[in-house]
């Protein structure tokens, strides 16, 4: 994706702030939830929770990289980010 590791670890922030930066790593790095417990130890949460609440940071992700559009004709149109 296009955002960069510090505009993820704010959004992880305001999915899950206790584990937000085990998310942050998750997303960036594409760690799995099982790696992320033999490198930290016990995460305090389960690998559903944690699933869930990474795909709702990439769902958030996806949004703000997303942005509407009104052509003339007054339609609106879906633009993405490209930085």
């Not at 942050?24 to 944690?50: C, K, N, Q």
Request: glycine content about 4%; hydrophobic content about 35%; proline content about 1%.
């Amino acid at each position: 994706m296009c955002l960069d590791e510090k505009e993820v670890y704010e959004i992880c922030m305001s999915v899950d702030s206790f584990i937000a930066a085990e998310l942050t790593e998750s997303i960036v790095r594409g760690t799995s939830y099982d790696m992320l417990e033999a490198h930290h130890g016990i995460l305090p949460i389960s690998r559903r929770s944690f699933y869930r609440r990474r795909r709702t940071a990439q769902r958030l992700m996806r949004q703000r990289m997303a942005h509407l559009v009104e052509e003339k004709n007054g339609q609106m149109r879906m633009v993405w980010r490209n930085d």
